[in-house]
């Protein structure tokens, strides 16, 4: 799953810089670049954009005026270098704010916290869809079926993928991506750029790795608080 991601700021510097934040983050797809507000308004209507980095000072409209101007807006990250606009945003409930100049490691927490929202969101979508238990593949000349509730992981090799169940593997011609769109969202999360995890199957989380059956899966970076948020929300019982 990657976030559609849209750019409205003013400032050339400040555009790049999150060009190649997004360019380096997995779960990110640059879907295009705006000025100020009044050019967005096209793109927002003709491409599909999940989420805004959104500057708040801008000639013409300022960021805070395009939210309120627009309640159907995609989720919203809005950036700026003044602290003070910090509780304008929440009130309009933007998924974070982030004061310039920001480093990478605070730009990915943010976008963590977008991906979890919409990751959550397609959840909901799923549960309310009378769904199946299971799905089929082809693999080496058969079709076979795979149960989710039996699927620990899966891990990206080349143009393939390998399905690791409790008692088989099965390496299908498909691409990572194409076998998470297939995948209940509720019960299944990118934990790196190559493996997919059943979140009812991990049984440790031991630093960044999860271990998976036998297995011991790295979490990336870029994916872990998300991944530590859908796994442990509501669940994680402390003293």
């Not at 096209?42 to 959104?54: A, C, M, P, R, Y």
């Not at 950036?79 to 100049?101: C, I, N, R, S, W």
């Not at 409790?166 to 493996?195: C, D, M, R, W």
């Not at 989380?205 to 271990?211: P, Q, R």
């Amino acid at each position: 799953m990657k976030l559609k991601c849209l750019i409205i700021d003013d400032e050339p510097i400040a555009r790049k810089l999150l060009q190649e934040y997004i360019e380096e983050t997995d779960f990110m797809e640059l879907v295009g670049v705006a000025e100020h507000p009044l050019k967005a308004a096209g793109l927002i209507k003709s491409t599909t954009v999940d989420l805004i980095f959104l500057d708040i000072n801008m000639p013409k409209m300022t960021g805070l005026e395009f939210l309120r101007s627009a309640p159907d807006l995609p989720m919203v990250i809005l950036t700026t270098a003044y602290g003070q606009y910090a509780l304008d945003g929440f009130e309009l409930a933007v998924v974070d704010y982030l004061v310039k100049p920001f480093s990478l490691e605070r730009f990915l927490k943010a976008g963590m916290k977008a991906l979890a929202l919409k990751q959550l969101k397609a959840g909901k979508e799923t549960s309310q869809k009378p769904d199946a238990d299971h799905f089929f593949v082809k693999c080496e000349g058969k079709i076979e079926k795979v149960i989710y509730d039996e699927l620990l992981y899966v891990e990206a090799m080349a143009n393939y993928v390998v399905l690791h169940t409790a008692t088989n593997k099965l390496v299908v011609y498909l691409t990572i991506k194409g076998i998470l769109e297939q995948l209940p969202a509720s019960t299944f999360v990118q934990v790196h750029k190559s493996y997919l995890v059943n979140i009812e199957k991990i049984r440790t989380i031991e630093g960044n790795m999860l271990h998976v059956g036998s297995a011991a899966i790295t979490m990336g970076l870029s994916y872990a608080e998300g991944v530590m948020d859908r796994v442990l929300k509501n669940r994680f019982i402390k003293r």
